[in-house]
C-alpha cells in the first residue's frame, strides 16, 4: 500500500447549492487530515456532508449545518475521517463567496 498526501479537493460553489467536493476513488481509502473553509465575502454560513456510498442527501451525514461564518473569516477543522471508496465529501455556500479546501491522505 502507498500513501499520497495531498490536497485533495478545493472549490468555491456557487450560492445555496449543495455540490461534491471529493469522493473516494475506487480501490482506495482515504483520511481527511484537516477541512479549511473561508468566508471571502459578507457573513454567510456553510454545510459539509459525509455521503457513505454516495447516498442521496440525509441530514444524518451532516457534520457541520448552517455554520455560521463571519465575513473575511477562515475556518479550520482538524478531524482525522477515515472513508471508502465511493464515499463523498458533499459543501454548501450561504453566499457563494465560500472557498472550501481538504487535505488528507489516499491510501492504495
Known amino acids: 500500500m502507498a500513501d499520497i498526501i495531498k490536497v485533495l479537493a478545493q472549490n468555491q460553489p456557487a450560492i445555496t447549492s449543495l455540490v461534491d467536493l471529493y469522493t473516494v476513488p475506487d480501490g482506495r481509502t482515504t483520511v481527511i487530515s484537516s477541512v479549511t473553509v473561508c468566508n471571502l465575502g459578507v457573513n454567510s454560513s ?3 456532508s459525509i455521503a457513505i456510498s454516495g447516498a442521496a442527501d440525509n441530514p444524518k451525514q451532516y457534520l457541520y449545518y448552517d455554520m455560521p461564518h463571519a465575513a473575511n473569516d477562515t475556518f479550520v477543522a482538524t478531524i ?13 455556500s450561504g453566499n457563494g463567496n465560500i472557498s472550501f479546501n481538504l487535505f488528507g491522505v489516499e491510501e492504495t
Open 46 to 48: 456553510w454545510r459539509l
Open 80 to 92: 482525522g475521517i477515515t472513508l471508502s471508496a465511493g464515499d463523498i465529501v458533499r459543501i454548501y
